[in-house]
Each structure stands twice: as structure tokens, then as C-alpha cells.
């Protein structure tokens, strides 16, 4: 077995080699620069690592379809930021605001076909399944990136509601990672099927830590400015708590912070920081992070994993859920 | 084998039966409506129509991927249809105006999606077979779309710029759908392959009729105005043609032509259509479809087709190519 800094080496430099340079320039051109401007690769990472924890075997039946993976992903942002009129990603100007909506939707389209592309490069045996897998994950996150929208000019959204649409937009992209690379490598159905449950839960811990970063993360670490979340108004898991957890003079004053214009940023970010910490949502995220992380864990219990399987796991899944970037 | 007429009522009852209702609404409801608004649905026909040719035997094994290209290509226009700003298709409104842009690329990014899910109906051993043929299309397309789209700012186009561009974004797809059909009912290679040439010079000539018609069309059959194309000055073969033959005096009237306002709509429409006629590019269109449907016979010469195959071909395309609608 690679040791995860092995196994991250082998897709940066997969991504780094990813060439899509093709006529016309207009359609690839944005696509390359969006798969250029970094990202954690954490999807096809995780792909690799439990491909790994069967097999040292590593080509292009893995590494084509870990980075369908993450081409995936980056459809998914790069319609997302349309969406959501998003002018910059990671520092760098969104493809929509770099070039215009017209690009970024057709760019993101045949990013969505070449990773399907990149997908059959997986083993023939393996493919109706891979497939399948990949196509519901991908309803999935549409479904999800729906009800997060919806979310928006909904006043009340539950935990259920919430857990729900991180569950289709987040977690089910990981757990199909997690799964793909076990299918790929030939594991057993129940362990794949358990890696799958098990890439469910990160993901949701992955979400939640976030949403947390996002208002309590270390500016100099975090890489984007804190409180983007609090000033557009997004339901997040702290605010979704907050909700829950508020009524009569707290609710009064959770609806006075949400009320606050774009004028009183500065003291908008600090006000909703407070009540996080005043009603126990801060500490009760962390919690909730290492509940969703405890619980992927016993997802893998039982399954006739070696220990070193399950050590290459729990050190995958702190480092993601551990993250202070 | 069956009759055209009873392979189309097996499509149409087929799409009748498409059921994507399912949860968030607001995602699946704009898919299904369009969906069902109708076409000559000509891409599953003619899947249906080369698999029919070798198998009589028709199941989900053939319809769900004969789906997939029909699901795919309301993909496409969904798409264009917000790229193009376009308010009406088939009469009714299109999804970005009935709903909005963002609903219209997030249900389009779901019937991408859906389409590789329909096609993975396919026998799983030509799966990785059909799965190539069907990315390579969709990347096709979308390239045609870009250059469709940079077209329109491109004072000239040439005639090879032009053909390659409907090669791409419509010769493509019914190349795509004609070999698929073949594939799966496990037909020699070289058919496949003749097939799908077959389909390309098909799509050619299908196009330019589409922008003949647009021109010349019978109104009351065609279903849409006449000389929608010569007001919003696309670039058709008509279009293309005339500026490849007019120069100086010619040329001066052409460019007045292209200039007349929206308010002049009825005599830009009467005025291109007279200049059209004058200088033979209206009966030179008719020469040319008929002359890229002959190229379409002449791919499957000395392939080991039976007559009553090439019967059958040639009956399918020449309802596609001398259609009136």
C-alpha cells in the first residue's frame, strides 16, 4: 500500500498531465483553466486509497477513472458559480465572470461528457456497475445543488432538510469515490458497499467542517475571506442549529443580525459568531463533525477489513475531516 | 423486420412511458416538460431503424439506449436554448423562459446525466463499445455548438467552416445514433462503421434542408415562421453560399439585406428570399441535399448489406431529407 502522500503525489501529477488542449480553443480553453486552478483533489484521492487497499497495480484503470472524479467535480462548480453569479473560485476569477455565462455553461457540458470519457478507461467487467454508480451520484448532486438553491428563499430549512441536501450534493460524490475505487480493484460487495456508507458520513463530517471553517476557520490558513457564508445568508449547518435553537427574544435578535446590510459587514460576521458561541452551535459543530466521522468508521466494522486497512481509512478521513483549509 | 411507421410508434410509445417524476420537482418537472413537447424524435428512430435491420428481438436493451439519444439531444437544445436566449420551441416556451436560466442548466445537466444512465442499458459486453461512441458525439457536439455560436460574431464564414460546424453539432448525434443501433444488435464492424458514415451524410443533408425549409418552407406545414434565420442573420448554407457568390455590386446588396432592421422584418425576409433565388442558391440547396443523400447511399455500397437493409436505409432517409416539417 502507497502511503497517502504517495497516492496524492500520483493524481497531482495525473492532473498535472490532464491535456484537453483541442479546437476550438473557446470550449477547452476554459475547461483546462478551471481543472488548473487547484483544489484539495480529495475525490479522486479518495478513489486511489481504497483502490489502493486492494491493489498496488496503479494505471490508467485507475487513475482515468479517479480523475473522472474530479473533472466531475469541477463541472459541477463551474455550473454551480453560474448559479450562484459566484466572480471568483479559490482565489481565481470564475470561468462565468473570466469569460461569460455562455462559456461556462457549454465548457461545463463537455466537462460533464469527459468525465464520463475518462470513466471507461476502468476495467470491462467493472463498467455497467461503475456506471450505474456514477450516473445516480451524478442525479444526486444535481438534486442536492436544487434543494440548496430552493433553500435559499426558504425562512426555515430543518436538519433533516439540511443533512439531506449536503447528503445529495457533498457526501454522494465521496461515497461513490470511495466505492468506485473498491469496485475497480475488485473488492468484495459489502466491503465496496461499506466503503460507499463510509464515504457517505465523511462527507457529510466534510461538509459540516465547511460550514465551520467558513465562520471560525483561521483567515491566514482558511485561503478565503471568513463570514462569506453569514453575509449572503446561507443555510448552513450553524445557522440551521441556530434556527432550531432559537425562539422569542433569541430568535428577535437572530433575525436583526440576518437583517443587516452589506454596510455593517464587519459587524454582521462578529454579531452571528457571537450567538454561534453564546448557543453552543460552535462547540456543537465540532461534535457533529466527529459524530459524522465516528459513525463512517462503524460503517467499516464488521466488514472483514485488516487493520491496515482500516488505519489507511481513519488516516484518510482525519485528514479531511481534521482540515483547517 | 418492422415498417418504419411501426418502429416510430414504438419510440413514441416509449417516450410516452418516460416517468422522471421523482423529488425535488423543481428539478424533474422542466425535464419532463421538455421532454414532452414533442419532435420527430429521429434519433431514436433511426437507432431503432439499424438495429432492426439485424434483430427483430426488441427490448429495453434497444429502447432505453434509442432513449438516451433523444434524452441527450433535449439536453443539447435545453442548453441552447439559454445560450441562444430563445423564448419559443415547438411553439411553446422554452425552459429558461418558462422557468428560468438556472433551472434550465441544472435540468439539462440532469438529462446529461440521465442519458448515460438510460444507455447503460445496453449489453454489457458492447457497453464500453457504445460508451466511446456515445462521448466522443457529445464532446462533437458541443465543439459544433461553440463554433455555431462564434459563427455568429464571424463576418464570413466559408463553406468548409460551415459543413464542419453542422458535421459537429448535427451530423454527429444521427452518425452516433445510426451506429449504436448496429452495435448492440452485435452487427459486423464494418456495418457499424458504414452506418454511422451513412449517418453523418445524412445529418449534412438533413441540416441544410432544416435551413432550407427555414427560408422556403411551407408555412402552414412547417409549423414555425418563415425567415427566422434571415432575420437574426445566422449563418445557414443559404447564407454562406450567397456570400461566397456575391461580390462588388452583389456583394453591396447582400450587406443592405443583413443590415435592415427589425423593423423591416417582412421586406429582409422577401428581399433575401428573391436573393437567394437569384443568384441559384435556392435550387442549388435542393442539389445539395439530394447530393449529400446519394454521398449517404454510396457509404454502405459493397458492405455486404442485403437489398431489403438497403431498402429500408434508403426509406428512412429519404423521409428525413425530403421532409416538409
Redesign the interface.
Known amino acids: 500500500m502507497y502511503s497517502l502522500k504517495e497516492q496524492e503525489a500520483l493524481i497531482m501529477r495525473a492532473i498535472c498531465n490532464l491535456r484537453f488542449v483541442k479546437?476550438?480553443a473557446?470550449?477547452y480553453e476554459p475547461l483546462e483553466y478551471m481543472m488548473s486552478i487547484g483544489g484539495k483533489r480529495l475525490r479522486p484521492r479518495l478513489c486511489l486509497a481504497t483502490y489502493n487497499l486492494y491493489s498496488d497495480d496503479i494505471g490508467d484503470n485507475i487513475i482515468s477513472p479517479a480523475l473522472a472524479l474530479e473533472i466531475f467535480h469541477n463541472f459541477?462548480l463551474l455550473?454551480d458559480d453560474?448559479?450562484d453569479r459566484a466572480e471568483t473560485r479559490r482565489g481565481q476569477l470564475t470561468v462565468c465572470k473570466k469569460w461569460n455565462?455562455?462559456v461556462a455553461?457549454?465548457s461545463?457540458?463537455?466537462m460533464?461528457?469527459?468525465a464520463?470519457?475518462y470513466?471507461?478507461a476502468c476495467p470491462?467487467g467493472v463498467?455497467?456497475q461503475v456506471?450505474?454508480l456514477?450516473?445516480?451520484m451524478?442525479?444526486e448532486v444535481?438534486?442536492g445543488?436544487?434543494?440548496d438553491?430552493?433553500f435559499e428563499s426558504q425562512p426555515i430549512v430543518t436538519s433533516d432538510e439540511y443533512i439531506n441536501m449536503i447528503g445529495l450534493k457533498t457526501a454522494a460524490l465521496l461515497a461513490c469515490s470511495a466505492k468506485m475505487g473498491a469496485i475497480i480493484a475488485g473488492a468484495p460487495q459489502t466491503q465496496a458497499d461499506a466503503l460507499y456508507d463510509f464515504g457517505w458520513q465523511i462527507g457529510l463530517a466534510f461538509q459540516i467542517s465547511d460550514d465551520y471553517l467558513d465562520t471560525f476557520g483561521d483567515p491566514h490558513v482558511f485561503g478565503k475571506k471568513i463570514g462569506g457564508d453569514i453575509l449572503c445568508g446561507k443555510k448552513t449547518w450553524l445557522l440551521v442549529e441556530t434556527i432550531k435553537r432559537t425562539a422569542g427574544a433569541s430568535r428577535q435578535r437572530l433575525n436583526e443580525i440576518l437583517a443587516m446590510g452589506e454596510d455593517r459587514a464587519e459587524e454582521k460576521i462578529a454579531a452571528m459568531q457571537q450567538l454561534y458561541i453564546d448557543l453552543d452551535v460552535k462547540q456543537d459543530a465540532i461534535k457533529a463533525i466527529e459524530a459524522y466521522h465516528e459513525k463512517a468508521m462503524e460503517c467499516l466494522a464488521g466488514k472483514g477489513f485488516t487493520p491496515a486497512q482500516l488505519e489507511s481509512l481513519k488516516e484518510f478521513s482525519t485528514s479531511l475531516v481534521h482540515r483547517e483549509d
Open positions: 479546437e476550438p473557446g470550449l459541477t455550473h453560474i448559479m455565462d455562455n455553461i457549454l461545463g457540458d463537455v460533464c461528457i469527459l464520463y470519457k470513466l471507461t470491462a463498467q455497467p456506471l450505474e456514477f450516473s445516480r451524478g442525479a444535481c438534486e445543488q436544487q434543494y438553491m430552493e
